[in-house]
């Protein structure tokens, strides 16, 4: 029973350190994904199931306490779709190799790209901001901010996993 609680307190726990922490790291307005690195090594961990769903009742828990954008569903959307990408990279007799080597901060710099480029595409439309310039000044920023912070947890692994 306890074992089963232990992904969605994880969840909730990056969910609210993501919310209240986490903009406290930002480098200007730019804030890592914790969120989305949860997803992914879910994704690596469990399969694309596992972190779809992950990603979509987190994004649309974070859309909630984002506050009133106007945008309900969109995080829920992106981190759906990138659980999804993310589960394309399961492999149960690699899960190991993949989060202790650069595999994990790559697969989160790519599905992390594509998250942003969804997100921004659709969170622009009607706006006088153009999507390139979004991407260039916020995507790709956000992207390589998250992916450098996935070097934190790859040293764990593999420091854990050390044989």
Excluded: C
């Excluded at 029973?1 to 919310?19: E, F, K, N």
């Excluded at 469990?46 to 506050?67: E, I, N, Q, W």
């Excluded at 492999?91 to 710099?109: G, H, M, R, S, Y």
């Amino acid at each position: 029973m306890a074992r089963s609680l232990l992904l969605p307190a994880i969840s909730l726990l990056i969910l609210l350190v993501q919310t209240i922490v986490v903009p406290f790291a930002a480098v200007g307005t730019i804030i890592p994904d914790l969120i989305l690195i949860w997803v992914v090594f879910l994704g690596i961990t469990r399969g694309p199931v596992t972190a779809s769903s992950a990603g979509f009742f987190l994004g649309l828990l974070a859309d909630v306490l984002a506050g009133d954008d106007g945008m309900l569903g969109l995080s829920s959307l992106t981190k759906t779709i990138a659980g999804f990408l993310a589960g394309y990279t399961f492999n149960e007799n690699k899960t190991t190799q993949t989060l202790t080597t650069a595999q994990f901060p790559l697969i989160v710099a790519v599905v992390g790209l594509m998250h942003n480029l969804l997100y921004f595409i659709i969170f622009l439309q009607g706006t006088d901001i153009s999507w390139e310039d979004a991407i260039v000044r916020h995507g790709l920023p956000a992207t390589v901010y998250t992916a450098l912070v996935t070097l934190l947890p790859m040293f764990v692994f593999a420091r854990h996993y050390r044989t």
